[in-house]
């Protein structure tokens, strides 16, 4: 997917129209939790500073029904400002006559940044004549947001194709292309053995990804809630634990078509149980089969943290999305940090850690930097694996 980046072209004194992903955790007081969003965003935003380059940077926070103060990106504005060492200019709306204004006053090193962009429902209504409010006012349209790319919006799809019309460049910044190039080497031309770890808690939302990743992979070790349903496939009993009836069949023809194509799934041996996530009483490790018909399976056990650490120790090739317990809490997380660590310490292993909780359960258990990549777009990478085209990019220049 050979697409033009933002160093294919010529920015100097050009007006550009940056999609970043500021959709950054934030606590109750407003407070930015975690600055992953925005620094992964810098090195295109400082290239494009570097070249004289007028910088508008367009972006969502959370689900907004309308304008709501809570979703604004003012805190984004002083963050930026102090990680970019450059006062970064806000004005509290992305489209109308001042924002307008304020593009047009725009000199060559200067950002702009513009509020959510989800305060209009004509943003993932995917509107033209919302989009073309912006592409009437910039030169270059840049796509750093790969969070979003799977996402047919406003401002990742329809901007760039209108732009493009005009005769308008439409380019990947260098975090989009960065994505791009780890998933597609780690995926395409893997070195073997090729391991997938997938945890998180519904087999239905990654059906077509265990599809796609049986072609590819050697091994693919199951945890998180999900796990459950393939247990109940096998005839275990799985007591108060989450299960998708309605998957049971889909998880047995998954693992009778690992068996034809050879690829080992790899489920838990034992499992940590509890009576309540929420106000725990009793937790305690089982087997497999032995999950209390009145208690939740609600992590991997310390079998299964050896068996998966055994499985992982001669991959040189890794992929991992979602989480192998519920590692928000503290007492049922012990699964997912120890497969972080275990990773952490494979040294000739190439490492891509697939986005969303995933990247959060990495920094949690503060490993970060021994990853080889971590995506900042856990739907996209998901989506990209799975094969399907992520409208983000494939409306971006050809190289």
Same mark, same amino acid.
């Given at each position: 997917? $050979? ?25 109750? %007081?407003?407070? /930015? ?8 965003? !810098? ?7 570097? *070249? ?5 940077? $367009? ?9 709501? #103060?809570?979703?604004?990106?003012? #805190?984004? &504005?002083?963050? @930026? ?10 004005? #509290? ?10 593009? $047009? ?9 513009? =509020? ?11 509107? =033209?004549?919302?989009?073309? &409010? ?29 732009? *493009? &019309? ?13 994505? @791009?190039?780890?998933?597609? %080497? ?10 997938? /770890? ?8 990654? /059906? ?57 799934? /790899? ?39 050896? !068996? ?54 990495? $920094? *949690? ?33 050809? *190289?």
């Amino acid at each position: 997917m $050979a697409k033009k980046k933002v160093s294919d072209i010529d920015v100097s004194g050009k007006k550009v129209f940056v999609r970043v992903d500021y959709n950054v955790p934030m606590d109750s %007081n407003g407070n /930015i939790t975690d600055y992953t969003r925005i620094d992964a965003s !810098l090195p295109t935003l400082r290239y494009l500073l570097e *070249k004289g380059a007028s910088v508008i940077l $367009a972006s969502h926070l959370g689900r907004p029904k309308g304008r709501d #103060p809570k979703y604004s990106l003012l #805190p984004v &504005q002083k963050a @930026l400002s102090e990680r970019l060492g450059v006062n970064v200019k806000f004005v #509290p709306d992305c489209i109308g006559e001042e924002v307008k204004k304020e593009i $047009a006053n725009l000199k060559p090193g200067e950002v702009l940044l513009l =509020e959510n962009v989800r305060f209009y429902k004509e943003e993932e209504a995917n509107d =033209e004549n919302f989009a073309k &409010q912006w592409a009437d006012l910039v030169d270059v349209y840049v796509c750093d947001a790969f969070g979003s790319v799977h996402r047919a919006h406003a401002s990742v799809e329809a901007l760039p194709r209108i732009m *493009k &019309q005009q005769g308008k460049p439409a380019v990947a910044g260098f975090l989009v292309e960065k994505e @791009l190039e780890y998933l597609d %080497n780690a995926i395409s031309n893997p070195k073997r053995p090729f391991a997938a /770890i997938l945890g998180g808690s519904k087999v239905s939302t990654k /059906i077509g990804v265990i599809e796609s990743l049986l072609q590819k992979v050697d091994k693919l070790l199951i945890g998180g809630g999900m796990m459950f349903t393939f247990y109940k496939a096998m005839g275990l009993d799985v007591g108060n634990s989450l299960l998708e009836k309605e998957y049971v069949s889909t998880a047995f023809e998954i693992l009778q078509k690992a068996k034809e194509k050879g690829v080992e799934i /790899i489920l838990p041996v034992d499992v940590v149980v509890t009576d309540n996530i929420e106000n725990p009483q009793k937790i305690k490790v089982v087997a497999k089969n032995e999950i209390p018909a009145d208690m939740i399976g609600v992590d991997i056990g310390p079998a299964t943290i050896k !068996l998966f650490s055994d499985e992982l120790k001669n991959c040189k090739t890794i992929f991992w999305n979602g989480p192998l317990g519920v590692f928000e809490k503290d007492e049922f997380a012990k699964g997912t940090i120890e497969i972080a660590k275990v990773l952490a310490n494979l040294k000739d292993a190439v490492k891509i850690i697939g986005g969303g909780d995933s990247a959060a359960a990495v $920094a *949690k258990a503060g490993v970060e930097s021994k990853m080889t990549h971590i995506s900042t777009g856990g739907g996209a990478s998901l989506e990209f694996i799975e094969g399907k085209p992520l409208p983000g990019i494939v409306v971006l220049d050809d *190289k």
